[in-house]
């Protein structure tokens, strides 16, 4: 079977293969696109209660044996001396030259028992590693719902809701029968739904309160009918989510959840990988859009410093994958770091009114999140000189104007006024861009996680509470 490698040698610069992808647009499978509209559904997060239907865009691996704690811990760059059971971690894995490769949530259910769940890099990565390194560990790959499922039925291991908004606490008395345990962020406790006993993080990925719950599928429909009673006997409103307005609640909350895998370069271990990644898989379908064309695969790379995940590294550790790359990045002083871009209004509607005049139009700006490349990477510009990269973008109803999250040097300060430049500067084969002009639209460089709700709520020494 073809691998990553014979792909990248077929098309000689894996950029070009990246960016003439066919794949077409990044789709949230399975659940409805709007229960009521989008922007309800934004706005509820803030104002009363809403419902994520997390079952089926993420992937689920399942990492347990004798040697689980050591393999992750290796293969990871957190710090697992304070993994006790019944916590999560942000979970990131890099390669040896100290690149972000992906990440997950990662639960800790027995001593010798993880769960992982998040975006197929991380998953891919994990399993290649388990065989390569011959760890003495089991592993149950549940990937994540085909994106385009045509009718066909879909199971999954486990059904996975969020409930959060200021309405939610309400919601969660009711159904657990009475008072919920006082779980700390990003700590697991049991609840009740109804009859069952379930799972629940602590969490607040829009910045609310909010909890996390899982079970197996099969409990699916009883959970979702259940909590949707409850917030009826609570005398909430709460609003399901579609898939439409589900990824834009990180343009609020701050975190960057597409940046390519640092897998394209480097000699043992990364070959290896790219020889064991078939044609299919995410790191060979993908897409790379946005006005940023390079031709080093190199310059589309982040490292955990520039996403705001240099606390989690376990440098206490004995020996991690990355840990020698990541100290000699510890001490550069060309780390870009996390901001939030908010976009210039007039400069926006000028974008969208050239759909309606004679011409090529700009590139159209999709709402409530324009989703068509798995890693987008737009040019952040201070006059000639590019000083950022603009990597997830989308519309809040919320904060009503579009923002993105991205990277810029560390001389960018919050306020200042730059320029992205938005659309692709040549045809590509991608079948999810049309014929365009590119544009240029001033951002104002903001504070990250931009919701002040979010900045205040989340717990101290959180990712999303770095300051700029």
Known sequence: MPSLSDKMKEWGNPVEMLRNSQIGMYVYPVVTPEFRNWRVEQEAWRKTAVLFDQSHHMDELIVEGPQAEEFLAYHGINAFGNFNLNRAKHYVPVTPAG???????????????????????????????????????????????????????????????????????????????????????????????????????????????????????????????????????????????????????????????SPLPGIYTGDGMLADYRDWLGTDMYEAAGAIGGSFISDNIEDYYVNPFELGYDFYIGWKKDDFIGKDALLKMKESKTNRKKVTFEWNKEDVLKVIASAFEDGIPYKWIDFPQPNYASSSVDMVMHGDKMVGMSMFNGYSYNERCVLSLGVVDQSVEVGDVLTLRWGESDDTAKTSTEQHKQAEIRVRVSPTPYSNEARSSYAENSWRTKAV
Request: charged share 25%; aromatic share 10%.
């Open 99 to 257: 690149h972000v490769i992906g990440d997950h949530i990662i639960f800790r259910e027995r001593e010798d028992k993880f769960i992982l769940v998040g975006r197929a890099p991380t998953s891919n990565w994990l399993m290649f590693a388990a065989a390569w390194g011959k760890w003495n560990v089991r592993i149950k790959h549940d990937p994540r719902s085909t994106s385009r499922p045509e009718g066909e039925r879909v199971l999954r291991t486990h059904y996975r809701y969020q409930i959060q908004g200021p309405d939610a606490p309400k919601i969660f008395e009711k159904m657990n029968g009475g008072p919920i345990p006082d779980i700390k962020f990003f700590h697991v406790d049991w609840i009740n739904i109804g009859s069952k006993k379930v799972q629940a993080l602590r969490h607040g990925m829009s910045g609310a309160p909010g909890l996390e719950v899982w079970g197996p599928y099969e409990d699916k429909h009883y959970i979702h009918s259940t909590i949707l009673q409850a917030a009826r006997d609570a005398g909430v409103d709460l609003v399901q989510c579609g898939s439409r307005a589900y990824s834009t609640n990180t343009l609020e909350s701050g975190w960057i959840p």
